[in-house]
């Protein structure tokens, strides 16, 4: 799944602007051959969510179309021809030209198909794309969920199982782009740093054919270069170097890698990727980057924007990196799907260390195990689809396999009341996914972000244990100390129980921007520093702790419901629109340091 490039052997081809779009309550635009062109449809922009860009698609999930018409370069006529779909949510089948090249389930994630035996080269190419979203218990994340979500604890519209908006729509560009026949299909590289400081960037090839390759690594003045040969599909080459410069947040240096593919003195392929050197590792109670114990000090986030919803905002994340920057910050987790592959370049540039979460929030376990298998069936396919897609970013140091999913009997685990035994198969769902991590990725870290009152047999399975948490917000409300406390009392059990690095993945108040009161309410500026300042207060006198990231750093959209006023979640240290709340300067000052 490598992002389309250009350069002297690959096009790319953007289709990012102006779609015609229709919506398609009753689902007839297949029997009618809508994919034949759009009758009576309106423009919409691509990417974007749908949602907000007209009055009568903001509660709308069910099936829409898009349609865009093109011309492609005649030139790739003697190459291979792609559409790639950096993400729609959630379920989008395509067409070329009336023939339907290929679907994808699930958001947040690049698909691409072959198209090059359904173009035109000689008038346009209409592209037609239908896009569901209906919320699905069965679906990951799930919805629709009889009884609101959190065991009954919220209900909200949409039903989600989630505290986040459903938005839905093509999310990420859509491109076309073309690749030599006999080119490079997948790159892996591998980097380590040895204890004396020298370090090794290991690049695995994916090519179907015998040819003839180099890789070359540029950096510091230098360029180093290899040449193997590639056979039977599967090629590999090391680089050794003695001194090479570190990636780190404090020096987010990237090399850069060139792999050529030739045959007799011809190119036949070529493909860049910036590489940065660093090791990961968890040992003992710490985490380990380059061999030096490291601090996460950031927040969890959310791909949300007023108008674009969820669509590619490049704005909006420039300066998201600028405010980390002026805090101080150095990590987030892509709280609770995967996040652009533009957000993940940005993060390798400015060395930010990111904990990259699979789209399985709000997993449940109530209804059967055919259900609950085919929840499990999606979370491994996400996974394996965020690791072809991540696994080269060098700001990517952990993976997330799940969210708070949710345990039988949580309202008792909620209340810290007696439970009965833990069913041993819902271990098994992240035993699955925690092994498939390690076998797809052995170089990074597995984790997941376990809810109030989740089971230590999940935690277990993990190399670093995530917990959110909310004493002083959704308990002890109103009383920091003694939320304090009760923080204070779970962490150091659980890492008695554990003995492993611990990050606090959440934690935050809701509050009003402009709200004041002293001494601090619930909901004023105030209560939300205090609150915060004593969560980190918690975690600076426990060396077990390694993180600390504050949910959320922006306010952002959800479902409407009793709990969310004015259809947001206001745990933000910024406003929606990236205003500071008075939280925000205090993170500034610890941070900074
Ligand atoms: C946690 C969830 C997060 C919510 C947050 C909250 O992981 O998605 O937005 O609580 O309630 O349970 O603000």
């Given amino acids: 799944m490598l992002y389309p490039q250009q350069n002297d052997v690959r096009n790319v081809l953007e289709l990012s602007g102006l779609w015609q779009f229709k919506l398609d309550p009753s689902d007839v635009g297949e029997a009618e051959a809508w994919f034949n062109g759009l009758q009576d449809s309106r423009l919409i922009a691509v990417p974007g969510s749908w949602n907000e860009q007209f009055e009568d698609t903001r509660d709308y999930l069910g099936v829409a179309w898009y349609a865009l018409e093109t011309f492609v370069p005649k030139s790739w006529q003697s190459e291979r021809s792609f559409i790639r779909v950096g993400s729609a949510n959630y379920h989008a089948r395509v067409w070329v030209n009336g023939q339907v090249v290929g679907e994808h389930a699930g958001g947040h994630l690049p698909f691409a198909f072959d198209i090059s035996s359904a173009l035109n080269w000689d008038k346009p190419n209409l592209i037609a794309i239908r896009v569901e979203n209906n919320l699905e218990p069965t679906r990951v994340p799930p919805g629709d969920l009889k009884g609101g979500f959190l065991g009954g604890f919220m209900t909200n519209y949409p039903n989600t199982s989630y505290d986040f908006f459903p938005y839905a729509g093509l999310h990420r560009p859509v491109k076309l782009f073309s690749t030599p026949k006999n080119a490079i299909e997948d790159i892996t590289v591998i980097t380590s740093v040895e204890a004396g400081g020298a370090g090794t960037v290991q690049v695995q090839l994916r090519q179907t054919g015998k040819v003839q390759a180099v890789a070359r690594l540029v950096g510091e003045g230098e360029t180093l270069e290899q040449a193997f040969q590639v056979e039977s599909g599967a090629a590999s080459t090391i680089f050794r170097l003695d001194k090479p410069r570190l990636w780190s947040p404090k020096d987010p240096y990237l090399y850069a890698l060139e792999i050529e593919l030739g045959e007799d003195g011809k190119t036949l392929d070529r493909y860049s990727l910036d590489v940065g ?9 710490e985490l380990l980057l380059n061999g030096e114990p490291i601090f996460l000090k950031d927040f969890g986030k959310h791909e949300d924007f007023p108008i674009h919803g969820r669509g590619l905002n490049l704005p909006v994340l420039v300066r998201d990196h600028s405010l980390f920057k002026w805090l101080g910050a150095n990590s987030y987790r892509t709280a609770h799907y995967p996040y652009s592959e533009e957000a993940m370049q940005m993060a390798d540039r400015e060395g930010i260390l990111i904990i990259d979460e699979t789209p399985a929030v709000g997993i449940f376990f109530e209804d059967g ?23 080269n970013h060098p700001s990517v140091i952990m993976w997330s396999v799940a969210n708070e999913p949710l345990p039988p009997d949580l309202r008792l685990r909620f209340a810290g ?10 271990t098994d769902f992240f035993r699955t996914l925690v092994d498939l991590s390690r076998k797809l990725d052995p170089s990074r870290p597995v984790t997941l972000a376990g809810i109030h009152g989740s089971p230590v047999e999940w935690f277990e399975l993990c190399d670093v244990v995530l917990v959110n948490r909310y004493f002083g917000w959704y308990s002890q409300q109103g009383r920091l100390d003694e939320g304090k406390r009760m923080l204070e009392a779970e962490l150091d059990d659980l890492f008695g129980k554990l003995g492993k690095p611990m990050i606090v993945s959440e934690f935050g108040a809701d509050t009003l921007a402009g709200f004041h009161s002293n001494p601090p309410e619930m909901f004023s500026e105030e209560y939300q520093r205090d609150f915060i300042k004593g969560y980190l207060d918690v975690a600076d006198a426990r060396d077990f702790i390694i993180g600390m990231h504050v949910w959320n750093f922006a306010d952002f959209k959800t479902g409407q419901g009793i709990m969310r006023v004015a259809g947001l979640n206001h745990k933000g240290v910024f406003t929606r629109d990236r205003k500071p709340k008075m939280a925000a300067h205090l993170l500034r000052e610890r941070w900074q340091d």
Avoid at 277 to 285: D, N, P, Y
Avoid at 369 to 391: F, G, M, P, T, W
Wanted: with cysteine; net charge negative.
């Fill in 417 to 426: 009341a007696e439970v009965p035994p833990l069913d041993p198969s819902t």
């Fill in 369 to 391: 195990a055919e259900n609950i298998a085919l929840r499990l069936k999606q979370c491994e396919q996400h996974l394996q689809e965020l690791v072809e897609r991540d696994k």
């Fill in 277 to 285: 050197i660093r090791s990961v590792e968890v040992r003992g109670k």
